[in-house]
């Protein structure tokens, strides 16, 4: 898909699946007055979030939910670069370790984009009862 188009979905809150691959799959972003229901959440594979991996296109993993942090990225108070370390990859214990306040955690509901397979899911997992203790919904 061109850069041109790709930009242009992107301003329209449509990111394309499979970007720089033959993907026809499209995941519609949620906003604030729109939020997806975690039970409508699309599949979003490990392999797929770290093609998202750039300023322009910032995808992180947090307790197995996939987000959108694109347009986050400049107002992040702990600078851009602290999600940058973690773009297109799973960024659970980097966000999780810098004890995140309650106003965080329900502004992470606006850049959620999917989860991963369950297949892939490492705190939210039945056999991790551990891990999945105090998970933010």
């Known amino acids: 898909m061109s850069s041109a188009l790709t930009n242009l979905l992107q ?3 449509i990111v ?5 691959k033959s993907s026809n799959q499209v995941v519609v972003v949620s906003n604030a007055r729109e939020r997806l229901k975690v039970e409508d959440l699309p599949e979003i594979a490990l392999e797929e979030v770290a093609q998202h991996d750039s300023f322009d296109d910032c995808w992180v993993v947090i307790y197995d939910r996939v987000y959108d942090v ?6 992040h108070p702990g600078g851009d670069d602290v999600i940058m370390d973690h773009a297109g990859r799973d960024a659970t ?9 309650g106003d965080a955690i329900e502004l992470m509901k606006d850049f959620l984009i999917g989860q991963l397979p369950i297949r892939q899911h490492i705190f939210r997992a039945g056999k991790n009862k551990v891990l999945s203790l105090g998970i933010p919904e």
Do not use: E, Q, Y
């Open 16 to 20: 394309p699946l499979g970007h720089g």
């Open 70 to 75: 694109t347009h986050f990225l400049r107002d």
């Open 11 to 13: 301003s329209l809150r």
């Open 93 to 101: 214990i980097a966000f999780h370790g810098t004890g995140h306040s």
